[in-house]
Antibody, heavy 124, light 107 residues
Framework: QVQLVQSGAEVKKPGASVKVSCKSSGYTFTDYGFVWVRQAPGQGLEWMGWINAYNGNTNYAQNLEGRVTMTRDTSTSTVYMELRSLKSDDTAVYYC?????????????????WGQGTLLTVSS | DIQMTQSPSAMSASVGDRVTITCRASQGISNYLAWFQQKPGKVPKRLIYGASSLQSGVPSRFSGSGSGTEFTLTISSLQPEDFATYYCLQHNTYPPTFGQGTRLEIK
């Protein structure tokens, strides 16, 4: 079955960087893309960006542009999300989610399944 | 960005009730609308995609409808396990945007 397994919880100081991994299995990695979504404590869901697993094309949320980088490793079917210059506001659970490979991908290709989430705590 | 406005933001209902949650988009989004259920401390789960297609494995008491700018999620007969927070999401136009959530509580 399709499965996304994320790396473990992280604690970082303000100004540091974090890199979260998401390893996929159960399907052809390069047929889809990945979306990253985060959820601050007690808050709603926020889309962070998307990466095409085939060619590495990305699209980032405007409020994170310049601080976030999404990459992929086709040899290990893993995607990565790096967030730099961390602030306390970045404290959240970060989810990787399978998405379409292209903006025209059908609705069923998007936002399912989800990884188990990675808790990032940013604190001095 | 497209604004997704969910209503109500919270509600209480009883087991067996029929419940409807509405999501309005600030502009047309075709049928790129999904609904998610999230229980406390758990991962969001997709219930509906393409505005009205039921996710495999999701009970048939859940249904979605709408197009353009107004969409609804209906639970035909609430079960104890349905008490959760529900989110809509539009992914027709970048950036994808979520509704603020509807917390469904037991009356």
């Amino acid at each position: 079955q399709v499965q996304l397994v994320q790396s473990g919880a992280e604690v970082k100081k303000p100004g540091a960087s974090v890199k979260v991994s998401c390893k996929s299995s159960g399907y052809t990695f390069t047929d889809y893309g990945f979306v990253w979504v985060r959820q601050a404590p007690g808050q709603g869901l926020e889309w962070m960006g998307w990466i095409n697993a085939y060619n590495g094309n990305t699209n980032y949320a405007q409020n994170l542009e310049g601080r976030v980088t999404m990459t992929r490793d086709t040899s290990t079917s893993t995607v990565y999300m790096e967030l730099r210059s961390l602030k306390s506001d970045d404290t959240a659970v970060y989810y990787c989610v399978r998405g379409g490979g292209y903006s025209t991908s059908p609705p069923g290709d998007w936002f399912d399944p989800w990884g188990q989430g990675t808790l990032l705590t940013v604190s001095s | 960005d497209i604004q997704m406005t969910q209503s109500p933001s919270a509600m209480s209902a009883s087991v067996g009730d029929r419940v409807t949650i509405t999501c309005r988009a600030s502009q047309g989004i075709s049928n790129y609308l999904a609904w998610f259920q999230q229980k406390p401390g758990k991962v969001p789960k997709r219930l509906i995609y393409g505005a009205s297609s039921l996710q495999s494995g999701v009970p048939s008491r859940f249904s979605g409808s709408g197009s353009g700018t107004e969409f609804t999620l209906t639970i035909s007969s609430l079960q104890p396990e349905d008490f959760a927070t529900y989110y809509c999401l539009q992914h027709n136009t970048y950036p994808p945007t979520f509704g603020q959530g509807t917390r469904l509580e037991i009356k």
